[in-house]
């Protein structure tokens, strides 16, 4: 691999493939499975075949016919669904006899599940540190203790307390000139 990239032989990596979610394999090895299975034979199960091991209905068989690239499209509504993953793919084809598909493809998938647990935990990494428990805004320094939110310890607001009433007004946003504008009066304490 490049430079900056995943180093794959550092360390064993700490989720099993069997766990990995279905999204581990990349774009690559979704096509060279599709090659192998979109094509139609009576000698070897095909993506039919899968998507029946899958759990799929007829019906939703039949929908993927007619889709170009059936294999891509399973994968891709199979990895929404409870327990697919890779793991539980390899041994579906593997229940299957396709033996082939195992052996031409196992390296590039193990290569995928490797990258995807490495990026994983490149993320997990990258997280910013978080406290597990969030304190009170309790004053921290003896001068703020004792303070509540009607005091003002700098004086920084002690201009408008000596307002005894602020009123505001909101005009209508629309153009239509019969509402009203709205009066709000709210008593200040004074200082």
Excluded: H
């Excluded at 003002?152 to 909101?170: E, V």
Aim: aromatic share 6%; with cysteine; charged share 25%.
């Amino acid at each position: 691999m490049a430079a900056g990239g995943p180093d794959l032989s550092s360390e064993p990596p700490a989720r099993s493939a069997s766990s990995l979610p279905l999204a581990a394999l990349n774009v690559r090895v979704r096509r060279r499975l599709a090659l192998f299975l979109n094509v139609r034979t009576q000698v070897a199960a095909d993506w039919s075949a899968l998507a029946e091991e899958m759990g799929f209905e007829y019906l939703e068989i039949r929908q993927l016919e007619t889709r170009p690239d059936p294999t891509g499209s399973l994968l891709d509504a199979w990895q929404s669904r409870p327990g697919a993953s890779v793991g539980r793919l390899l041994e579906l084809l593997e229940a299957l006899g396709r033996d082939d598909v195992l052996a031409e493809l196992r390296p590039s998938i193990e290569e995928d599940c490797q990258k995807y647990i490495w990026k994983q935990q490149q993320e997990e990494s990258e997280k910013p540190l978080q406290v597990a428990v969030v304190g009170s805004s309790v004053p921290r320094t003896p001068e703020l203790a004792g303070i509540t939110t009607l005091d003002d310890p700098l004086g920084a607001a002690g201009w408008w307390w000596s307002s005894r009433t602020i009123t505001c007004r909101a005009r209508s946003v629309t153009s239509r000139p019969s509402l009203p504008s709205a009066s709000l009066q709210v008593p200040i304490r004074s200082g």
